[in-house]
């Protein structure tokens, strides 16, 4: 079984369109990440949810909307997608909670490419 | 702020070769440090992590020592392979907010 995961794997789309990915956690954990990563392999954190609340909002446009409808759950939605969304986007997840407090996990990712 | 600064890529090393990466840190308070490995094409795994100062975390032959006193957590391994060639991310965990704080990534290449 996956622990976390996203889909679609790849996702190629036109510049103006508006695009969602979906992310899955099977492993109980409160808090979930949604990352961007650049060309240089740099990681960027977006947004980060715990136990279904908005924790870290980053700086990122707000064409970029995240929205968890339970713990296992988050998905990112991408309104107006532009040249310069074109990433690899991951989701993670790790246990915050309790006295337990995990590394994070992360999904396969999802290569955005906005043509 | 928290920061993490690792040595920029890319490395590149032959196979059997010795291995360190530096990663240095700056915290308040006692964070959690951790070693993550992105294999091409494939999301980021835990490598191997520490929680405290003078910890040892290790996993596939490599190693990392949590210093406190130089703040740094710098990943080593005795004899590297090809099959090594990876992308390597220092982080921290602060243990205030439980962010978790990333290096910039460093690319490891390994000749055969």
């Known amino acids: 079984d996956t622990a976390v995961s996203q889909t679609p794997k790849y996702l190629v789309t036109q510049m103006g369109n508006d695009k969602s990915i979906k992310c899955e956690q099977n492993l109980g954990h409160d808090t979930m990440y949604w990352y961007k990563q650049d060309s240089k392999k740099f990681l960027k954190i977006m947004f980060s949810y715990n136990n279904k609340e908005l924790i870290i909002n980053e700086t990122v446009p707000n064409r970029f909307s995240p929205k968890s409808p339970d713990k296992a759950h988050l998905n990112l939605h991408i309104n107006s997608l532009e040249l310069g969304d074109s990433a690899v986007y991951f989701c993670a997840s790790s246990h915050l909670g309790g006295t337990v407090n995990t590394e994070a996990f992360f999904g396969q990712g999802t290569r955005l490419t906005v043509v | 702020g928290d920061s993490v600064t690792q040595m920029e890529g890319p490395v590149t090393l032959s196979e059997e070769a010795f291995l360190t990466i530096n990663c240095t840190y700056t915290a308040t308070g006692y964070p959690s440090l951790f070693w993550y490995v992105q294999y091409p094409g494939e999301g980021l795994q835990l490598l191997l992590k520490?929680?405290?100062a003078d910890d040892k975390g290790s996993n596939k032959g490599f190693e990392a020592t949590y210093r406190k006193e130089t703040t740094s957590f710098h990943l080593e391994k005795g004899s590297v392979q090809v099959s090594d060639s990876a992308v390597y991310f220092c982080a921290l965990r602060s243990d205030s907010n439980y962010q978790l704080i990333w290096g910039a990534g460093t690319k490891l290449i390994i000749k055969p």
């Open positions: 520490a929680t405290k």
